[in-house]
């Protein structure tokens, strides 16, 4: 390709990623504020989601332009969050044959599981002395290695008990209510880590920009866990939600 259209194919991508972006945070808010069902609820969902999507293949597209690990982790993070958050709305009752996991499922969760370890080698690698210098040099801070590292760990188990959890049935019948509104609402919390950072962690002094990747997290996932808790006390559905093997 010409310099004029790689540059053009860079521009449109740029521009396509923050398109899909500002979609997905600002419908976002919409389906949460929903009544839960409702069709606002679910065509504003619909909307989030496809928008997660769209973030997710221009962020692996602008890749090849501008690779950044941190930013790569987070993308694969956000996307099998909101995918997992989409398919449970097809598995609510994987008794039946037609509501088990298919192989998208199966698949993502694989992918999930070997990214998430490659990310934790990553971050491990990196804080024993390790050096990978293709990001920031020689400068990344150890704090960027333990967000890898903790990162890395969660994609992993994620997907592990994703692909544990295919081969069993929910004892709770409103399983697939707290699990979307967790990887939906996670998803969303990825999506404005990556905002900050991109606008407002990059302004700032590199070994204190790491803030911005943990402070949406450590405060999203807090409001996250009381609103689920509300709904399972509403549902009175406090017990732990056990799996038993299909038969």
């Known amino acids: 390709m010409s310099q004029e259209l790689l540059h053009f194919v860079d521009r449109a991508l740029v521009l396509a990623h923050v398109v899909f972006g500002t979609t997905a945070l600002v419908v976002g808010p919409v389906a949460m504020i929903s009544a839960k069902g409702g069709m606002n609820h679910r065509r504003a969902g619909k909307i989030y989601f496809y928008g997660m999507v769209g973030i997710f293949v221009s962020t692996l597209a602008l890749a090849f332009f501008r690779f950044n690990i941190f930013l790569f982790i987070i993308n694969i993070l956000s996307f099998y969050a909101s995918l997992t958050g989409y398919r449970v709305l097809y598995r609510k009752?994987?008794?039946?044959?037609?509501?088990?996991?298919?192989?998208?499922?199966?698949?993502?969760?694989?992918?999930?599981?070997?990214?998430?370890?490659f990310f934790l080698a990553w971050g491990v690698g990196g804080m024993t002395g390790v050096q990978f210098d293709a990001v920031y040099g020689n400068a990344v801070p150890t704090a960027f290695y333990v967000?890898?590292?903790?990162?890395?760990?969660?994609?992993?188990?994620?997907?592990?008990t994703d692909l544990i959890s295919y081969t069993r049935t929910p004892t709770t019948p409103r399983w697939w209510w707290y699990e979307h509104m967790n990887r939906f609402l996670s998803a969303y919390i990825a999506t404005t880590t990556a905002f900050l950072v991109q606008n407002v962690g990059s302004r700032m002094p590199l070994e204190y920009s790491w803030i911005v990747w943990v402070a949406p997290g450590v405060i999203g996932g807090f409001l996250v866990g009381k609103w689920i808790n509300r709904y399972k006390q509403q549902f009175g559905d406090q017990g732990s939600m056990k799996v038993a093997s299909h038969q």
């Open 93 to 117: 009752n994987p008794a039946k044959p037609g509501q088990r996991a298919n192989w998208i499922d199966w698949s993502a969760s694989l992918v999930a599981l070997a990214s998430g370890g």
């Open 147 to 160: 967000i890898g590292t903790v990162a890395g760990s969660s994609l992993a188990l994620s997907g592990i």
